[in-house]
T-cell receptor
Framework: NAGVMQNPRHLVRRRGQEARLRCSPM?????VYWYRQLPEEGLKFMVY????????ESGMPKERFSAEFPKEGPSILRIQQVVRGDSAAYFC????????????????FGPGTRLTVL | AQKVTQAQTEISVVEKEDVTLDCVYE???????LFWYKQPPSGELVFLIR??????QNEISGRYSWNFQKSTSSFNFTITASQVVDSAVYFC???????????FGSGTQLTVLP
């Protein structure tokens, strides 16, 4: 039973380019969360998605960032026109389909994608 | 609003010493979960423990133990007889239904010296 997979593990982009980060949740998990860890800081929530729906994007920057979790395929975090301040580790987590707190909501983390913007 | 405070930014101990990492949380929810994660130098997040708000029993797992006290909103983590391999950043996190997201503390960098 494979864990949460993220690719690429490392991504280098120049300012102004686009970054696409992919996350494949654990088998049977339909909830995906994205977190960002800036250097020397803790993880900050960005967005929570279920299949084809954005449930909570309160942590997403208003511009240049978008996320999707299509019916088929991985979840994608897309950053347009990257700037140096976007350099960070981006973690994806998935959880089982139980929506409530009872028995669910334990989030399993992927290994992260380290984005470096030159 | 949810908040997790890890007041200790860095701790340094000598191997075999015991060390306690502090975690204080804030939430208005009565049902919530508390977590500890370890982030070694390689960068991945390793799940250590999850406790729900209705279970205040302390837990021990090998050299690790956790002390959950609702009265002081604390969920402290103790490593007994620390080892060099325990060197990592440790994060405390809170999940509650109203937020539907994990709120992390800023982490404590633990260095265990040989």
């Amino acid at each position: 039973n494979a864990g949460v997979m993220q690719n690429p593990r490392h991504l280098v982009r120049r300012r102004g380019q686009e970054a696409r980060l992919r996350c494949s949740p654990m088998k049977g998990h339909s909830h995906v969360y994205w977190y960002r860890q800036l250097p020397e800081e803790g993880l900050k929530f960005m967005v929570y998605l279920q299949k084809e729906n954005i449930i909570d994007e309160s942590g997403m920057p208003k511009e240049r960032f978008s996320a999707e979790f299509p019916k088929e395929g991985p979840s994608i975090l897309r950053i347009q026109q990257v700037v140096r301040g976007d350099s960070a580790a981006y973690f994806c987590a998935s959880s089982p389909p139980l929506p409530g707190l009872a028995g669910g909501n334990e989030q399993f983390f992927g290994p992260g994608t380290r984005l470096t913007v030159l | 609003a949810q908040k997790v405070t890890q007041a200790q930014t860095e701790i340094s101990v000598v191997e075999k010493e015991d060390v306690t990492l502090d975690c204080v949380y804030e939430t208005r929810d009565t049902t919530y979960y508390l977590f500890w994660y370890k982030q070694p130098p390689s960068g991945e997040l390793v799940f250590l423990i999850r406790r729900n708000s209705f279970d205040e029993q302390n837990e021990i797992s090998g050299r690790y133990s956790w002390n959950f006290q609702k009265s002081t909103s604390s969920f402290n983590f103790t490593i007994t007889a620390s080892q060099v391999v325990d060197s990592a950043v440790y994060f405390c996190a809170l999940f509650s239904g109203s937020a539907r997201q994990l709120t992390f503390g800023s982490g404590t960098q633990l260095t265990v010296l040989p």
